[in-house]
């Protein structure tokens, strides 16, 4: 059974940063395209990042580019997303979620795996 968990998220005022790690566990996910979305309260889920199965491409959300950077540690089983210049509207629950062989982008009816979520607030 596949665990996908979060950690890193909390409160930072605007301008702040934060480092989000999700750590897997019950298989290797080299093979997985690792990413995450993240959803506001009455807004739809949405990818933010991802990287591909091999690492060699990322996609990120035009209003994150120049700010997240998405990697990966394939042994270590874990991706990042380190955030920076953090605004308020980057505030919402993040979520890391793995596709088999996918592409640095994804939809999220095909993920695979999720994580359980991790809430980021940046204040003003």
């Known amino acids: 059974q596949v665990q996908l968990v979060e950690s890193g998220g909390g409160l930072v005022q605007a301008g702040g940063s934060l480092r989000l790690s999700c750590a897997a566990s019950?298989?290797?996910?080299?093979?997985?395209?690792m990413g995450w979305f993240r959803q506001a309260p009455g807004k739809e889920r949405e990818l933010v990042a991802g990287?591909?199965?091999?690492?060699?491409?990322?996609y990120y959300i035009d209003s994150v580019k120049g700010r997240f950077t998405v990697s990966r540690d394939n042994a270590k089983n874990t991706v990042y997303l380190q955030m920076n210049s953090l605004k308020p509207e980057d505030t919402a629950v993040y979520y890391c979620?793995?596709?088999?062989?996918?592409?640095?982008?994804?939809?999220?009816?095909?993920?695979?795996?999720w994580g359980q979520g991790t809430q980021v607030t940046v204040s003003s």
């Open positions: 979620a793995a596709e088999m062989y996918g592409s640095s982008w994804w939809p999220p009816e095909q993920s695979d795996y």
């Open positions: 019950g298989r290797t996910m080299s093979s997985y395209a």
């Open positions: 990287i591909n199965w091999y690492g060699g491409n990322t």
